[in-house]
């Protein structure tokens, strides 16, 4: 079962005051987003399954994959993935025509990377006017990256990381422990959304490069914690002073 996209991701503006007649328009940043997020969600969790999700994520912050994955300096692996439509993009392509922000989410059943997504694509102007690309990778299948690009209204390429091949390159993927897994499996069966060969306990980090017309990552987000995300403000910002 998909997560539905939460009201407060749909606009991250808040209007809080009235000066001189006129409402002040306030952005709400992803970090703001997703800590409400996690608060609300922790208040009707269960304290034992949300003690088996803390132990699980930081079983993966003790892996040292944070630290082993692809840094800023590196060299971005190139790739050839399919997008929703079955249209092969391949990054060294991309790259021709600009800067390339890659993130990874997990899926659409994934309420904290529906919410990262629908900031990614209220900053996806602002991206684009600094001549870089927004590309997001995922191990779902083809049918649920489609149908989460949808839900979402993204704007941008969505494509599918089958098997977690370009993740490995990248060094991003972890393996859930037992006890997470099985948590997730009456609702988000991996299986089901990625494919047998995909895994049932493997995902990809959360992570944002972006990376230059020379294929060197110069910008990196990597966490453990999937409700800690990239913001794209500073991302936006990192962009500019690129130009």
């Known amino acids: 079962m998909k997560a539905s996209l939460q009201p407060l991701a749909i606009s991250a503006l808040l209007f809080t ?23 609300a969600a922790g208040k009707k969790s269960d304290p034992a399954r949300s ?9 993966v912050a003790n892996s040292g994959i944070v630290e082993a994955a692809k840094q800023v300096g590196d ?11 079955g249209k092969e993009v391949k990054l060294s392509e991309m790259l021709k025509d600009g800067p390339v922000v890659l993130t990874w989410y997990r899926g659409g059943w994934c309420p904290y990377c529906n919410i990262a997504m629908a900031a990614f694509q209220q900053k996806l102007p602002e991206i684009e006017a600094t001549g870089a690309q927004l590309v997001a990778l995922t191990p779902e299948l083809p049918d649920h990256s489609k149908d989460t690009k949808k839900e979402n209204n993204l704007e ?3 494509l599918t990381d089958l098997n977690h091949q370009v993740a490995d390159q990248y060094g991003l993927v972890f393996e859930l422990t037992p006890e997470v897994a099985e948590l997730y499996k ?26 230059d017309q020379e294929g060197i990552i110069r910008w990196a987000f990597l966490n453990a914690n999937y ?3 990239a913001e794209p403000s500073e991302v936006v910002e990192f962009l500019k002073e690129m130009k």
């Open 51 to 59: 003690a088996e999700y803390a132990r699980g994520i930081q079983v």
């Open 75 to 85: 060299k971005a692996p190139d790739f050839t993935l399919k997008n929703a439509s």
């Open 227 to 229: 409700r800690e995300r």
């Open 156 to 158: 941008f390429e969505v």
């Open 17 to 39: 005051s009235i000066t001189g007649g006129l409402w002040a328009e306030e952005e709400i940043s992803l970090a703001e987003q997703l800590s409400t997020r996690a608060a």
């Open 186 to 211: 009456p609702k988000n069966d991996l299986i089901k959304f990625n494919g047998e060969d995909a895994g049932a306990r493997k995902l990809p980090l959360a992570a944002t490069y972006v990376i």
